[in-house]
Structure formats: C-alpha cells, structure tokens
C-alpha cells in the first residue's frame, strides 16, 4: 500500500488529474498499479455492471457506500465518489456524506437533477430549483468531518436551461462553498471555454469525457491548457470491459475453448501475480496456529 497526497493536494500543486472511472475493487487495482493517482467511482457504472441497468437512477446510496469499502480496503488511491443527487433532499445529503465519507469518500459529488436522476448525456433531465441545490451544498459541507473532503457540485443545466442559465446556476454553487465545480456535458469547445473563462480564478473545474456523448473529447493535457484541473473517464472501464467480454463470448461459443483467445487474457498465475496472492498468503501464515502452539518442553 502506498501513501498518496491527497485530491485536495493534487487540485493544487498540479498538474491536471486524472481519474479513470471504476466500478469495483478490482478495477481499483488496476487503476493504481496503472500509476494513476485518484479513481472515480461512477454511480452509472454501477448501474451497468452490478445491475444490467442503464444509468436511470436505479443505484441508491448504501449500494454506492458497500463498493466504496469494499475499494477502500484494497487501494488507498484517493477515490471521487459519484452520489447522484444526494439520494433526497438536503436531509438525504447530510446522511449520504457522512456515509461516505466514513466509507472512504476523498470528494462527493452531487448534481442539480431531480429524483430519480439519468445519466448526464441522456436527453429529458428535470432540475430542482437553484435555492435547493445550494441548501444540499451547504448540507454537505457541514456534513463532512474533514476539510479534505471536497464537495462536488455538478449542475445539468445546460441541457435543460441552455448554458447561460447552466452558467448563472453554477455560480451560485460555487458561491455556496462547493470546492470543485462540474458543469455537465458542455456541446462545443466554446462552451467550454465559457466556463473556464468565468470559474477558473474561482475553483478548480471537472471535466467528464464521455465516448458517444456530447462533449467534445480531449486529452487531459489538452484539458489542462484549457483551464481544467480534474478529469473523469468515468464509463471508459465498462466500455473496454464490454466490448472485450463480448469478443470473449463469441470465441468460447466458436471454439468450445477459451485457447484462441487465451493471448488477450491473463492465465491463472499472471492473475495471482496481479492481486498479490503470494504475499496474502504469506501474511496469514504468520498467524498459523503452529506459529502459536505450545512446546512440549
């Protein structure tokens, strides 16, 4: 296990972070031992993997916190936390964060849309009003038990509202004391450039690059010479994972046997290798009962 900085430490020493979205402990892994210094745990993809659902508010709060532990006993990456809407209203935030943030939450992010939510590149979002989103903000912010733990406001406003409104929104969150800011699924570069040129003397600014979805796609160097400090890839994993599994079934339905696709796996020993089997063992026998028996002498 490694001792990383802090996110709130990378936000401000720089350079761009960036943060491959996961799903489980096991991408947690991957992603660390990948050289990557923060994860985010996508409440879509969860929705995706655990439950074969799309991303439509199915996932509630104590599922999201049960695969937080469950990472946080295996990384020490700091780890973003996608909580939806906070799961209710400002008194839902409250126990949300507290929740997480015992769970091993580095930030919480929250969003401006109704109850049940949908993902952020899907059409047909509802927004609560702006007065609420700042009471769930400031909530949160008193919830949390360490400064460390930042905040995330997301607002969804300019699919709803047009970018203008999305912009008035967003500076009222920023306003309110969230600690980074996330303006969901800007269409164009200008709009882009929009919202640095109003936030990035204010707070750091989050980006989410989506393949498919309807912001333009960017690398993180390019992203950080526009004015971002932080970057998600939040469905990438799901997106490889499926495409890969799909190839995967149709070869063992082909063949009747995983050995012509056994070069784009790794066989029993690499796996062991990768999940550090040898040195679990190797800890538990240190407990071995004859380790502690009794001498006849």
């Known amino acids: 296990m490694t001792n990383y900085n802090s996110l709130k430490q990378q936000l ?20 660390e031992q990948a050289g990557f210094t923060a994860a ?5 993809s969860i929705a995706y993997t655990q439950f074969g659902c799309p991303d439509v508010g ?6 999201v916190a049960a695969t937080l532990s469950s990472i946080k006993e295996r990384v020490d990456i700091p780890v973003i936390v996608d ?41 047909g979002k509802t927004l609560v ?3 609420e989103m700042v009471g769930k903000i400031k909530a949160a912010l008193d919830a949390r038990r360490s400064s460390d733990t930042l905040i995330i406001a997301r607002t969804d406003a300019i699919a709803v509202e047009g970018i203008d409104a999305a912009l008035d929104r ?5 306003d309110a004391g969230a600690d980074i800011l996330f303006v969901e699924a800007p269409q164009s570069a200008a709009q882009m450039t929009r919202i640095v040129d109003q936030f990035n003397d204010q707070v750091p600014l989050l980006a989410n690059m989506v393949e498919g979805g309807k ?17 998600i890839f939040p469905g990438g994993l799901v997106r490889a994972f499926s ?14 046997s995983n050995m012509p696709f056994a070069d784009k796996m790794l066989d029993f020993q690499q796996l062991n290798e990768l999940l550090g089997t040898s040195d679990v063992l190797a800890q538990g026998a240190e407990y071995d009962s004859k380790n502690f028996e009794e001498s006849d002498d």
């Open 170 to 174: 967003a500076q009222r969150y920023v």
């Open 40 to 44: 985010y745990l996508s409440g879509a």
């Open 83 to 123: 909580a939806d809407t906070g799961f209710g209203n400002a008194l839902n935030v409250i126990r949300t964060v507290r929740l997480f943030e015992r769970s091993g939450a580095n930030a919480i992010q929250l969003e401006d849309q109704t109850l049940p939510k949908r993902c952020g590149h899907l059409t």
């Open 215 to 231: 912001t333009p796609q960017m690398t993180a160097m390019e992203l950080q010479e526009v004015g971002y400090s932080l970057v």
């Open 12 to 31: 401000a020493s720089g350079p761009i972070v960036t943060a491959p979205g996961i799903y489980d402990a096991l991408g947690a892994v991957l992603v």
């Open 58 to 63: 199915l996932v509630g709060m104590s599922e």
């Open 243 to 256: 495409r890969m599994a799909t190839e995967y079934f149709a070869s063992l339905k082909t063949h009747g």
């Open 129 to 131: 009003s702006t007065g």
